[in-house]
């Protein structure tokens, strides 16, 4: 066992940091520095006070705006690169800190669960069986995170069951390596999750598109709530990296969610409150058992959430 080998989602993370440095390094080289501009007389370009400074102080406001835009969108980005295995661009200059993108979470859900949804729907269009089509669309997001939830739920697992104290379940956690627990776990979920798909969303339709999406964003909604109740078990990793999401952070990431729950009805309902049992169950045994959260711990609270969600709506639409 190799107690000293970081958790994947930790190494995951460091490589996105290390890659976005290294980009602004070499992107901040060429650029001009714009602080001591002035003009030929030596005075600055705008004219202090009068009606000559009033254009520069909209000028001034419209960059602070584009600077704040494209702040949003490089969080965007790392949220993207930190939770899928899919293109996101180039973040420009210094990557965020992982906590301030920690509101895309579930954006980045909703388009994860809407590739889900999509591959269900193609292939029910091409005549395969509800639970054939479920179990396919299981496999295309389980590909474009790269398998990163589920290897922390193994993980996590595995050192809950096996672990006989703290730093002996930290230790199992960090072991590349499944055991039984961790076999259990990853198998009863998936279970849970295609023969909840096949029967709520077994009919096809915009509505099995939009719980696609909903279960997407929700559970990964459920990595907020451990991030925010619990303190890092660890002092590195992806928990550390991303503990202390801000209010205004989650309040935005509250609101994506309200919005991919919307199409729901009253079915959305059921499907969060039975994401925020699973998640709080997880979290639960995390603060127990270790502590606080690491990234393998998140991973678990994101399909244990999902996998309830969809059992949740399969019982409200059968």
């Known amino acids: 066992m190799n107690a000293g080998q970081p958790e994947g989602p930790a190494r995951h993370a460091a490589a ?23 003009s ?5 370009d705008a004219a202090s006070g009068g009606a000559a400074g009033q254009p520069e102080e909209a000028n001034r406001h419209d960059k602070a705006d584009r600077e ?22 180039r973040i420009a200059g210094a990557a965020p800190p992982l906590a301030r993108a920690a509101w895309a979470f579930p954006l980045v859900g909703a388009a994860v669960g809407g590739i889900g949804g999509a591959v269900m729907a193609g292939a029910m269009a091409a005549g395969a069986a509800p639970a054939i089509a ?3 669309a299981v496999a295309a997001m389980a590909l474009t995170t790269g398998g990163l939830h589920h290897d922390g739920l193994a993980d996590f697992a595995d050192g809950i069951g ?39 969303a077994g009919g096809g339709g915009w ?29 590195d990793g992806l928990g550390h990296a991303a503990a202390g999401p801000g209010r205004g952070g989650l309040a935005v990431a509250a609101l994506i969610c309200f919005g991919a ?7 959305a309902l059921w499907l ?31 399909v244990v959430a999902e996998a309830a969600g969809w059992v949740a709506l399969s019982v409200v639409w059968a």
């Open 162 to 200: 096996g672990g006989r104290d703290r730093a002996r379940r930290l230790e199992i956690m960090r072991d590349s390596r499944i055991g039984s627990f961790g076999v259990l776990a990853l198998g009863l979920t998936l279970a849970l999750t295609v023969t909840g798909i096949t029967q709520a």
């Open 40 to 44: 030929v007389t030596g005075r600055p």
């Open 134 to 136: 479920a179990l396919l």
């Open 68 to 89: 704040a835009a494209a702040g949003r969108l490089d969080e965007a980005r790392l949220a993207v690169m930190l939770l899928t295995r899919l293109p996101a661009g």
């Open 261 to 267: 729950l919307l199409p729901l009805g009253s079915a």
């Open 207 to 235: 509505t099995a598109l939009a719980a696609f999406a909903a279960t997407g964003a929700i559970s990964r909604a459920a990595m907020l709530g451990v991030l925010a109740a619990l303190p890092p078990a660890r002092g």
């Open 272 to 302: 969060a409150l039975a994401a925020a049992l699973a998640a709080t169950a997880v979290g639960f045994l995390a603060w127990r058992g270790l502590g606080g959260q690491t990234g393998d711990v998140l991973g678990a609270a994101q």
């Open 16 to 38: 996105i940091r290390r890659d976005a440095a290294a980009r602004a390094a070499t992107g901040a080289a060429g650029r001009p520095d714009d602080a001591g501009r002035q």
